[in-house]
Nanobody
Framework: QVQLVESGGGLVQHGGSLRLSCATS????????IGWFRQAPGKEREGVSC????????HYDGSVRGRFTISSDNAKNTVYLQMNSLKPEDTAVYYC????????????????????WGQGTQVTVSS
């Protein structure tokens, strides 16, 4: 069955970096879009970045563009989110999710489109 497992979260200081990993199984990664989403307490889930692993096309939310980089290693069935220059407002539970459609700006805005989700990993940025 389809599984996604996030790792790499933790506590980091303002300006620090983390790399999140999303290990996938049960499907062919290069036929799917992988999205990273986050949810802070009391807030709605929001899209951070996505990648179409078939052609490597990516999209980013404006709040993270230039600081975060999404990438995929199809041989390892893993998608990464490199997060640099972290800010306290980046604090949230980060989830990866997948759906069989291309990564587009709209797909970042519609988390309900995604069929499968990981359990999430906590990222906390201290000020």
């Amino acid at each position: 069955q389809v599984q996604l497992v996030e790792s790499g979260g933790g506590l980091v200081q303002h300006g620090g970096s983390l790399r999140l990993s999303c290990a996938t199984s049960g499907f062919t990664l290069n036929a799917y879009n992988i999205g990273w989403f986050r949810q802070a307490p009391g807030k709605e889930r929001e899209g951070v970045s996505c990648i179409s692993t078939s052609d490597g096309s990516t999209h980013y939310d404006g709040s993270v563009r230039g600081r975060f980089t999404i990438s995929s290693d199809n041989a390892k069935n893993t998608v990464y989110l490199q997060m640099n220059s972290l800010k306290p407002e980046d604090t949230a539970v980060y989830y990866c999710a997948t759906g069989r459609f291309q990564c587009t700006f709209s797909s970042l805005r519609n988390y309900r489109w995604y069929n499968y989700w990981g359990q999430g990993t906590q990222v906390t940025v201290s000020s």
